[in-house]
């Protein structure tokens, strides 16, 4: 059994250990590198997790090939829901943003885990509510708004995502893990050239910092008004 301090993890925070021991029986731990993949679309959902360390993305390819980015996977969450889905296999692939860290249960726990503690089962039906609602959310923006809208609304909801672990930089407020401006088109549903023209023309205006390979809010105000968004 992984050696798991309860404090680390909200859903096992305040446990008993004899519900940690419950929760955590027949878990193994994998450690991914930046850029692994943890399961790919497909693979028979034999297995689901749940994140200690680092930041996952989990995609998914349509019927007429186009790749989007359906999930980020933050420190603390579960995920790999196919078993509360009845399927079979995964409907997404999923792989590591930076190094990772994972707990793995095998499918056959998958009712004594979401059994075990009230507050673990609400965690479970949080994420996967979340993950609905995001979908819901993506949906109506690519019918009803504009590109440069739907960035901007992608960039402010993984900034609020992100949380306390969003870091203050010198530019503004960086997220903490690496995205390329192909992976904001796959999660916004634009193409490369459309996300590449806003992007460069936020960063002139002062709304985007220059970040390596990370996104910098640079004025907070002027992204929630490109959005939209009086919050």
């Known amino acids: 059994m992984p050696d798991v301090q309860t404090s680390d993890l909200g859903p096992f925070e305040g446990l008993s250990p004899e519900e940690v021991r419950t929760i955590l029986s027949g878990t193994t731990t994998v450690r991914l590198a930046q850029g692994d993949p943890l399961f790919q679309q497909g693979d028979p959902a034999d297995r689901f997790f749940l994140l200690r360390q680092g ?6 390819v349509t019927a007429d090939g186009q790749k989007l980015i359906v999930r980020i996977v933050h420190p603390g969450e579960f995920f790999g829901f196919a078993p509360a889905l009845q399927r079979d296999e995964y409907p ?19 009712k004594a885990v979401l059994g075990a503690a009230p507050s673990v089962t609400l965690s479970i039906v949080q994420a996967i509510g979340r993950k609905l609602d995001e979908a819901h959310v993506r949906l109506r923006e690519m ?14 909801r993984l900034r609020s995502e992100a949380g306390e672990n969003a870091i203050d930089a010198e530019g503004g407020i960086e997220l903490p893990y690496p995205l390329t401006r192909q992976d904001i088109a796959d999660m916004s549903g634009n193409t490369l050239h459309t996300v ?13 910092g220059r970040g390596r390979r990370k996104v910098v809010i640079a004025d907070l105000d002027a992204l929630k008004q490109l959005a939209g968004s009086d919050g």
Do not use: F, H, Y
């Not at 590449?196 to 002062?206: D, K, N, P, T, V």
């Open 92 to 110: 997404g692939s999923c792989e590591a943003i930076v190094d990772s860290v994972a707990l793995v249960w095998p499918r056959n726990r998958w």
């Open 55 to 60: 930041w996952l993305k989990v995609t998914q």
């Open 196 to 208: 590449s023209r806003i992007m460069a023309a936020w960063e002139s205006q002062g709304v985007l």
């Open 143 to 156: 019918t009803t708004e504009e590109a440069a809208r739907r960035v901007a609304n992608l960039l402010l």
